[in-house]
């Protein structure tokens, strides 16, 4: 049973353009949560979604940023005319059920750099 | 709303030290969850704790929740190097899923 799987790794865009970051849930999970962490600071909230639902998308700004979690496929959150300030580690995570009642288990993290 | 305050921020120890994380928080918590990020590694999973006054302990580890359901602790035992990290104290508001991060304590261990 494969971890949760993100991809790419490392990202760097430029000013201006799209970015695109793919999260794969474990096997079983339809809970997916999307994080934000800046360097030396806690991890940040963005979006928690299920199957083809975005059930709390408080923490993610009005603009640029979207996501889903279609019913085939990877979760995508998209970034759009990203700025240096987007610069960040996203992490993904996954969860049998929502909430603090179970593991979440994360990904090793998309780190976007805009230069 | 609900505040939930985690210290230290920063916490430098020798090798074979001890070493405690809290979080505190203003309401009752359903539950909390602990996590542990190396440095530029992911956040892993490390506990939960359910019910009042709970108390596990996991080798080095000895996690607690409060009898009022406001607070929890992370000790560890004699730190080794590869205790270093960032360690969370994470939890869901009332009738939220929403995984809430505390700021984390993050653990330097002088060999």
């Known amino acids: 049973n494969a971890g949760v799987m993100q991809n790419p790794r490392h990202l760097v865009r430029r000013r201006g353009q799209e970015a695109r970051l793919r999260c794969s849930p474990m096997?079983?999970?339809?809970?997916v949560y999307w994080y934000r962490q800046l360097p030396e600071e806690g991890l940040k909230f963005m979006v928690y979604l299920q199957k083809e639902n975005i059930i709390d998308e408080s923490g993610m700004p009005k603009e640029r940023f979207s996501a889903e979690f279609p019913k085939e496929g990877p979760s995508i959150l998209r970034i759009q005319q990203v700025v240096r300030g987007d610069s960040a580690a996203y992490f993904c995570?996954?969860?049998?059920?929502?909430?603090?009642?179970?593991?979440?288990?994360f990904g090793q993290g998309t780190r976007l750099t805009v230069v | 709303g609900q505040q939930v305050m985690q210290i230290p921020q920063y916490q430098h120890v020798q090798e074979g030290e001890d070493f405690t994380t809290y979080c505190n928080s203003s309401?009752?918590?359903?539950?909390i969850q602990w996590y542990k990020q190396r440095p530029g590694g992911h956040p892993v999973f490390l506990i939960q704790l359910v019910k009042s006054g709970e108390v596990k302990k996991q080798k080095r580890l000895t996690f607690q929740f409060g009898e009022a359901k406001k607070n929890s602790s992370l000790h560890i035992t004699a730190t080794q190097t590869t205790d270093v990290g960032t360690y969370f104290c994470v939890y869901s508001g009332a009738g939220s899923y929403q995984l809430t991060f505390g700021k984390g304590t993050k653990l330097s261990v002088i060999p």
């Open positions: 995570a996954s969860s049998p059920q929502g909430g603090s009642d179970t593991e979440a288990f």
């Open positions: 309401t009752t918590l359903s539950n």
């Open positions: 096997k079983g999970h339809s809970h």
